[in-house]
């Protein structure tokens, strides 16, 4: 590829990134430092070779293993509202792709991230030796058992859907942390906050409807 269409490709992409950063806004996602994060964090890297074309469009595509890399509004709608600090430790339940992982990491302090199938942690292992993240620690196993070893957090995200209120990631969250999760059985799930009222409490807002696939149950058996 010669300098011209390398820069022609680059135009465009700026072009589409800034389109997609201007719908995030017009749909409630103002957070700067969101915002910035989402902007820094090349989706195309996350996204799979048949649908790189549309890496900027405000859509969730499918990724391996029958999962799905989530829609930046969603993403930037529940990044916005973990309200994550420069200090936070956050757990991320469902590493995925990698890519909300990548947004968090730019946010927090550290980021402790669980997934259940071993073909996506891999890959997604890569892509952070790639963009050069040092404060992403991953695991293998089961997301819904949380990481107790590391609890407690200030913050946790959870990309697949709970069936019902997600009691042991609950009880891995500081008392004046913030959980952020889809919660419900069937197709459309509640996007639920949980916030700590300090005292071993916490109150749930519903915040829309979502679409995630369910959190399941053990680890993935793969070929």
Do not use: H
């Amino acid at each position: 590829m010669g300098n011209q269409e390398a820069a022609q490709d680059d135009g465009e992409r700026n072009t589409q990134l800034a389109r997609l950063i201007l719908a995030l806004r017009s749909q409630g996602v103002t957070d700067p430092s969101v915002l910035g994060a989402i902007e820094v964090t090349p989706r195309e890297i996350f996204t799979p070779d048949l649908f790189k074309e549309r890496a900027f469009e405000d859509s969730a595509l499918p990724i391996a293993c029958g999962q799905t890399i989530s829609q930046p509004y969603i993403v930037g709608l529940m990044t916005q509202a973990l309200s994550v600090e420069p200090r936070s430790r956050v757990l991320e339940i469902g590493t995925g792709s990698g890519y909300q992982t990548s947004i968090l990491s730019r946010l927090s302090r550290l980021v402790y991230t669980v997934e259940r199938y071993r073909t996506l942690m891999g890959e997604a292992e890569a892509r952070f030796k790639g963009l050069g993240l040092t404060n992403v620690i991953t695991r293998f196993g089961d997301g819904g058992l949380g990481w107790p070893e590391q609890a407690p957090f200030d913050r946790i995200l959870v990309t697949a859907a709970a069936p019902e209120e997600p009691k042991a990631l609950l009880s891995q969250l500081k008392p004046a942390g913030i959980l952020v999760a889809p919660v419900g059985r069937g197709p459309v799930q509640k996007l639920i906050r949980y916030l700590g009222d300090g005292a071993g409490g916490f109150r749930a807002e519903v915040m829309t409807e979502v679409r995630f696939v369910p959190l399941l149950e053990g680890v993935a058996k793969e070929p």
